[in-house]
Structures are given as C-alpha cells and as structure tokens.
C-alpha cells in the first residue's frame, strides 16, 4: 500500500533554532497536509498544500508541496516552547478522499 | 472549519465486552473517517463511514469488530466488539466539507482495555 516515510523521527533543538522535517513517497498525492499533535489531543491542521510547488505559509510556519508531487516539507523558524509536540504530514491519493500518514516527528525544545 | 466531538474522552473496559463511541460534528460534512493511533504510534485508517450504507473498511479492519453506523451527515459511531488488550488504543473521528475538504480530527477517545 502507499507509505510516507517521515523524518527525522525526533528532534531536540534549542528555543529560537529553526526546525524542517520532510516527508516522501513512492506515490503520487493530490494534496498534502501537516497537523500537530499535543499530548491527549487529536491532529490540528496547519497547512494543506493542493498545487505541485505550492509554498504556503502560517505564521513561523512554511510548507511546501514537492514538484513531483510525491514530497513534502515543513519549516517552523524561531521556535518556541508551545511548538513542541508530534508533527505529522498526510497525503491524499490520487482520486481517494482517506489520508495516508507519515510516522511523525517528534519536537523537543530546550528552552 | 467544522468541530468535531466524541463520547466518550476515555473509557477504561474488560476484556469481552464492547464499547460504542460516538462522534458529532457542528456543520454539514462531505466525508467522516475512523482511525486508530496505538500507543506511540502514527494513524491508521479503519474505516470511511457512508451515509446510510455500510461503512467502507481499509485492509486489516473488518464489520464484525468494528462496526460503524452514519445515520446522517453529521453523526457517527464506531463499536469496538469483543475488546481485548490489543484493542487499546486511542480512536478518533474525523471529518471532511466544504469548501475545500480539509480534513479536521475529533479529541479522540482513549480506551484501555484490560
């Protein structure tokens, strides 16, 4: 089946360091979107990219959709104490309305 | 975007028995979804839940353990049958809708099965 290999798997930064994390696949998506997850809640969406090379961005947040269609990176800059969390990106497959999920990356900052 | 609830936030349950969740979403949705997260672990899909037909099950999940009902646009469940401890995990409901079909998540719904 589709699969997203996410990395890195964890990172442990320092407050006010930049932090980037990608996902690919083997496959093509239609859309690309990544969520964080704190402790004892579901995903929040942060950004969904729908254009091969779209860039978007949300606050310190910076994502963008690969030209091939088959990656996806996410910058934060500056971070700060409430970035931390898992980050997750998901893909949608061409003509299917489910997410496929990569494994997460897990954000630990040292203030 | 549209806000998702479930019920309940957690359950602790024996082994055997089944447990029914239930997830209500604010607006009119396109799309509600089922997953599972295990423990540490990343999403998985169980199912799509249909509006007024049988839900569409991803390989590995089957009725029979997790049935789902969709009586209308805005409200699912999903039943855990016959728990066991391999059961625990957290489920959580999500949906999709207009005008773009960005997909949002419900809180989840912890259980642990013993």
């Known amino acids: 089946g589709q699969q997203l290999n996410q990395s890195p798997q964890s990172m442990f930064i320092q407050e006010g360091e930049d932090v980037s994390m990608n996902c690919t696949s083997s496959s093509i998506f239609n859309t690309w979107l990544w969520y964080k997850q704190d402790p004892g809640e579901g995903p929040v969406l942060l950004i969904a990219?729908?254009?091969?090379?779209e860039l978007t961005s949300n606050g310190r947040l910076t994502a963008q959709f690969g030209i091939t269609r088959k990656d996806s990176f996410l910058n934060i800059s500056a971070s700060i104490p409430s970035d931390v969390g898992i980050y997750f990106c998901?893909?949608?497959?061409?003509?299917?309305?489910?997410?496929?999920f990569g494994q997460g990356t897990r954000l630990t900052i040292n203030p | 975007s549209a806000v998702i609830s479930q019920k309940p936030s957690r359950d602790i349950c024996q082994r055997g028995t089944s447990l029914t969740i239930q997830c209500q979403v604010d607006s009119q949705v396109t799309m509600m979804f089922w997953y599972r997260q295990q423990p540490g672990q990343s999403l998985t899909l169980i199912a799509t839940?249909?509006?007024?037909?049988?839900?569409?099950?991803e390989s590995g999940f089957v009725i029979d353990k997790f049935p789902i009902s969709r009586p209308n646009l805005t409200f699912s469940t999903l039943t855990v049958s016959n728990m066991s401890p391999e059961d625990s995990s957290i489920y959580l409901c999500?949906?999709?809708?207009?005008?773009?079909?960005?997909?949002?998540f419900g809180p989840g719904t912890r259980l642990t099965v013993l």
């Open positions: 999500s949906a999709t809708g207009p005008p773009r079909n960005e997909q949002f």
């Open positions: 998901a893909g949608q497959p061409q003509g299917a309305q489910k997410l496929v």
């Open positions: 990219l729908y254009k091969a090379g």
């Open positions: 839940a249909n509006q007024g037909s049988e839900a569409t099950y």
